[in-house]
């Protein structure tokens, strides 16, 4: 059954209610399906229109996927993504086709996102050779102006890729996602193979650009520090299943699952004094392949704070204030009574 989303208080403009992507396991000469590794396995949540929603988990958890089968470059097993009154996941080609403009990526790694042989005017202008009819001057001036909205000179136009900084690269992305206007924009951990010190542009970047042109978020990342700053909701996903979302604030100053008090205390604090008492919860183990989930709670085989139910059962989502939910036996909150999923 879905989660329930906790939603923001805003009417949606990002839906996806109980998203799954399950990837076969093939075996055997005939290549029979013998089982599935369950990358995203029931997730739920809303995004507000110019909202942020910061999407975190350790490696492996499932967010990119969960990014991707938002925007159809992965095919959802389950479930559905609304954006706006588009139902993305049952589009066929032709109307995904043109329902592609409005929604759009900002890839990790832009040397490997952007085409080595395209100049910078060429790779920022190729949406607008694909969905746009637009002429060669409108092109060019659309992509000038872009090339000023992130922050890049009009000289650079005729460049190669090999010839900028990683920040410099990851801006023609921005650009290049830019290019048909869209509504909705998946930044999947954009600054993760860049330089500490450019990080912090590049976010700034893109809380700029949001004001601008209203643009709402999903931002995936394990860099916790970064979604403080950037993110208004905080959604934490652990094994293919999201198992607390929290306003910002809120899961920062008072985490109720036990999966997102470990990652918070692995966040150095800038004050000497709070970081000197600062307590790690450190955890024990590996965590479980996503072919072979366990039985109850995914978290249960390293939770500190494990009981006997969390190994046979898997929690119920409750809803414990507005916009806040988390998957966990422990908490229970005021909407309990509302739980209509498991996580």
């Not at 392949?289 to 039985?295: F, H, L, N, V, W």
């Amino acid at each position: 059954m879905a989660e329930p989303s906790a939603a923001p208080a805003a009417a949606p403009l990002v839906s996806v209610r109980d998203l799954k992507v399950h990837f076969p396991i093939l075996s055997g000469v005939f290549r029979r399906r013998t089982g599935a590794v369950r990358a995203v396995d029931g997730v739920s949540f809303d995004i507000a229109a110019g909202e942020t929603l910061g999407l975190v988990g350790e490696s492996g958890c499932g967010k990119s996927t969960t990014g991707r089968a938002m925007l159809r470059l992965v095919e959802p097993t389950a479930g559905t993504v609304r954006i706006g009154d588009d139902d993305i996941t049952t589009a066929p080609p032709g109307h995904l086709r043109r329902l592609r403009p409005a929604m759009q990526m900002v890839f990790q790694d832009p040397q490997a996102s952007l085409n080595p042989r395209m100049t910078v005017m060429d790779i920022i202008a190729e949406p607008l050779d694909e969905h746009t009819r637009l002429s060669r001057a409108e092109k060019r001036d659309k992509v000038l102006d872009l090339m000023d909205a992130v922050g890049l000179s009009a000289d650079f136009a005729g460049r190669y890729p090999h010839a900028f900084s990683g920040g410099q690269r990851q801006r023609i992305g921005i650009a290049r996602a830019l290019a048909l206007n869209p509504r909705f924009i998946v930044c999947d951990e954009p600054i993760a193979a860049l330089d500490v010190s450019i990080q912090a542009q590049v976010v700034n970047l893109l809380e700029d650009l949001q004001a601008r042109f209203g643009l709402t978020y999903l931002f995936i990342s394990h860099d916790l520090s970064m979604v403080r700053h950037i993110a208004d909701r905080v959604a934490v996903m652990y094994l293919g299943h999201i198992v607390e979302i929290a306003p910002r604030d809120d899961l920062f100053a008072a985490p109720l699952h036990p999966y997102t008090e470990a990652l918070l205390s692995a966040v150095p604090e800038h004050d000497p004094a709070a970081e000197a008492t600062r307590q790690r919860i450190i955890l024990t183990g590996d965590v479980p392949s996503p072919a072979r989930p366990p039985a109850g709670c995914a978290f249960s085989t390293r939770c500190p704070k494990v009981q006997p139910v969390c190994r046979t059962t898997a929690p119920a989502t409750v809803v414990t204030a507005p916009g806040r939910a988390v998957a966990c036996h422990l908490v229970a909150g005021p909407a309990a009574a509302g739980s209509v999923g498991a996580s």
